[in-house]
């Protein structure tokens, strides 16, 4: 097996089977990395069924360290709110840190897998200890600009592998169906009238506002745009 070539590759972590790919194996220890693998680095929200997953590791006696190369404050502050320890700046693939966090856990690298996004930190990283290593694909496209030159290189190394646990050829059709599934009429009504609701809503029982001579224009102006696009609703939910 290629040194940059994951041991397993997954669609996401809660793809991985904690009997069968971790406990069954020898697997009770999880150096994890964050980015993109627990956490979307779009909106930096650790995606329900992840969190699920490692709460179901860890009342299956998995215990985890995270491992990132961020040095940013939110990372120690997921590390708090997940109660698990953590090495940042790590500056993977560079063994230290993967040390480091098997101290912390007082684990053996024979029992320890290594799990994150990244050929080149996560992966690497593992197999210079002789760790097992297995690859995620990241949580979302967004990320880091140098990580994004990397995915080029990674998908190189991975040619045509495809992770495990990813959605099959008939799943991806079935969902671009139903996101390019035209909007029946009563759906465009329907949709409408909500949002005409809402901004009657928003504008019912308001008193007027005293203001003064220089704000007047802007008020104005703002008043007339908010009637026309409430006489858009109305026209649109009468004729069309």
């Not at 693939?93 to 799990?115: C, D, N, Q, W, Y």
């Not at 995620?136 to 990397?150: F, I, R, S």
Request: net charge positive; aromatic share 6%.
């Amino acid at each position: 097996m290629s040194f940059l070539e994951p041991d397993r590759y997954f669609a996401r972590i809660s793809r991985i089977d904690i009997d069968r790919d971790l406990l069954a194996l020898g697997f009770r220890n999880v150096l994890l990395d964050v980015d993109n693998t627990i956490l979307t680095r779009d909106t930096h929200e650790v995606p329900r069924d992840v969190g699920f997953w490692l709460a179901k590791a860890r009342d299956a006696g998995i215990t985890f360290c995270l491992v990132s190369n961020n040095w940013h404050e939110g990372v120690y502050q997921l590390a708090n709110r997940l109660s698990l320890p953590i090495v940042a700046k790590a500056v993977k693939p560079l063994p230290p840190a993967f040390l480091m966090a098997l101290r912390k856990l007082g684990a053996k690298r024979s029992e320890t897998v290594v799990i994150g996004d990244q050929l080149v930190t996560d992966v690497m990283g593992a197999h210079f200890l002789g760790m097992k290593a297995y690859l995620l694909a990241p949580l979302v496209e967004q990320d880091l600009p140098h990580t994004l030159l990397l995915r080029n290189f990674e998908r190189v190394v991975m040619g045509e592998r495809k992770p495990e646990g990813a959605a099959s050829t008939s799943q991806n059709a079935s969902l671009r169906g139903l996101r390019n599934r035209p909007r029946r009429r009563a759906d465009v009504t329907s949709e409408r009238k909500d949002r005409y609701d809402r901004h009657a809503s928003r504008t019912a029982g308001r008193e007027p506002v005293p203001l003064g001579t220089s704000h007047c224009a802007l008020f104005v102006a703002r008043d007339v745009q908010r009637r026309v696009r409430a006489l858009r609703i109305a026209v649109a939910l009468r004729f069309g």
